[in-house]
T-cell receptor, first 113, second 115 residues
């Protein structure tokens, strides 16, 4: 699975949109982009995933560039409870390949009042 | 559904002691995983299982053993605890081949200190 690059830390004001970038320049055509977050050493929590179209759910939006070499996770109205480490991961759409996931250090997002 | 449940939440072991970290899920997921996370680091896969009776090594299996006698349970065994095994351990599950895009569901972890 392709590796990803994320900034180590970001800040965001409460109520504003948080835009978290991820670079995955070596992504293959059959690899999906997944986002998880980890709040204060709890277990990681799934946020969203996508292949090439932009995706939105109740938690966030995922914008994937046309060449698929990068993506942005958007939390539209960040709250203090969104303070967490956010992980961007790419993997082939095959359940067996969960074992090959590469978990980097993620982006530590601090939402400030 | 309780999801993925891990016990205990915290444990302190002396060097050379043994223990079993428990993990159970009530979602009828076929695939289960054990990860460890050292301070300030990403997750490392220890062992995984694709169904009852089937287990395989992940990236960092040394010093650990697993078993999968039922779909629900996937215990992780430390036989001779060492300080290098001080970490936070996470169990996760996912449906498997029937739902290949499904994300991982994680438990809330077991914090283990070996002194």
């Amino acid at each position: 699975d392709a590796k990803t690059t994320q900034p180590p830390s970001m800040d965001c004001a409460e109520g504003r949109a948080a835009n978290l970038p991820c670079n995955h320049s070596t992504i293959s055509g059959n690899e999906y982009v997944y986002w998880y977050r980890q709040i204060h050493s709890q277990g990681p929590q799934y946020i969203i995933h996508g292949l090439k179209n932009n995706e939105t759910n109740e938690m966030a939006s995922l914008i994937i560039t046309e060449d698929r070499k990068s993506s942005t996770l958007i939390l539209p109205h960040a709250t203090l409870r969104d303070t967490a480490v956010y992980y961007c991961i790419v993997r082939v759409s095959n359940a067996g390949n969960n074992r090959k996931l590469i978990w980097g250090l993620g982006t530590s997002l601090a939402v400030n009042p | 559904n309780a999801g993925v449940t891990q016990t205990p939440k915290f444990r302190i072991l002396k060097i050379g002691q043994s223990m079993t970290l428990q993990c159970t899920q009530d979602m009828n997921h076929n695939y289960m995983y054990w990860y460890r996370q050292d301070p300030g680091m990403g997750l490392k896969l220890i062992y995984y299982s694709v169904g009852a009776g089937i287990t395989d090594k992940g990236e960092v299996p040394n010093g650990y053993n697993v078993s999968r006698s039922t779909t629900e349970d996937f215990p992780l065994r430390l036989e001779l605890a060492a300080p290098s095994q001080t970490s936070v351990y996470f169990c996760a599950s996912t449906p498997g081949l029937s739902s290949y895009n499904s994300p991982l569901h994680f438990g809330n972890g077991t914090r283990l200190t070996v002194t």
